[in-house]
C-alpha cells in the first residue's frame, strides 16, 4: 500500500461510482440483520436499513488496485451492495496507515458519511473482522472495532435527532420497505 491514495484510485471510484442503479434487492433485510448482528445490540434502537443500493465491486482493496494503467481487478464478486460500499471496504483495509485511512476519508467522506454508507461501514467491518476472525489482517481487530464504535455512534446521534424532529432515521430518508 502506498504512502498516500494515489490520484488515479479516484478515477477508478469515480468509475464504479457512475455504474449505479436503482433496484434494491430482497437481500436488504438480510442485510439489516447482519448489520445489527455484527454490532452486538450496541445500536440500540438505530435503523441501520439501507435505502439506496448500487452497482459495487465488493472486494475493493489496494491489492485490487493496479497502476499504471488504472485497472481494478478481481470482479468475480461484484454486484449490488449498499451505496458507499466500495468506500468503506477500501476505508477499512487503510486502517492500519492512519494518513491512507485519512486521505480516503478526505476523498471518499461524502460516500462514507451518508445514511447508507454508515450501515455499509459496520457491514465492511463486520466482514473484515469475520476474516480477522479466521486468521487473516492480523493487526486490524482494534482498528476495526474503534471504527465500527464511531459509526456506531454516528448512527445513534443521527436516530436521536430524528427521532427528536418526530419522526425515525427512516423516515428522515423517505419511506421505504424493509427489502
Not at 436499513?49 to 493496479?66: E, G, Q
Not at 488504472?70 to 460500499?85: F, K, N, Q, R, S
Not at 468503506?88 to 478526505?106: D, N
Not at 448512527?155 to 425515525?168: E, H, I, K, P
Request: hydrophobic share 40%.
Amino acid at each position: 500500500m502506498a504512502g498516500s491514495a494515489p490520484g488515479w484510485t479516484l478515477v477508478i471510484l469515480a468509475s464504479v461510482s457512475d455504474l449505479v442503479v436503482g433496484w434494491r434487492p430482497v437481500s436488504g433485510a438480510r442485510l439489516s440483520r447482519r448489520v445489527g448482528a455484527g454490532s452486538a445490540g450496541r445500536l440500540g434502537s438505530s435503523d441501520p436499513r439501507v435505502s439506496r443500493w448500487t452497482a459495487a465491486h465488493t472486494d475493493l482493496h489496494w491489492a485490487n488496485l493496479l497502476a499504471p494503467g488504472y485497472v481494478l481487478v478481481d470482479w468475480e464478486g461484484w454486484g449490488l451492495a449498499p451505496a458507499g460500499y466500495d468506500a468503506a471496504y477500501l476505508f477499512g483495509h487503510s486502517l492500519l496507515v492512519p494518513e491512507v485511512a485519512e486521505r480516503v476519508r478526505e476523498v471518499l467522506g461524502g460516500q462514507l458519511q451518508t445514511p447508507d454508507g454508515l450501515p455499509a461501514q459496520l457491514y465492511t467491518t463486520t466482514r473484515l473482522l469475520q476474516r480477522v476472525d479466521q486468521g487473516d489482517y492480523p493487526g486490524m481487530a482494534i482498528p476495526l472495532h474503534r471504527n465500527a464504535d464511531q459509526v456506531i455512534e454516528q448512527l445513534a446521534v443521527r436516530f436521536r435527532l430524528a427521532a427528536s424532529a418526530g419522526g425515525t432515521a427512516a423516515g428522515r430518508r423517505g419511506t421505504r420497505g424493509s427489502g
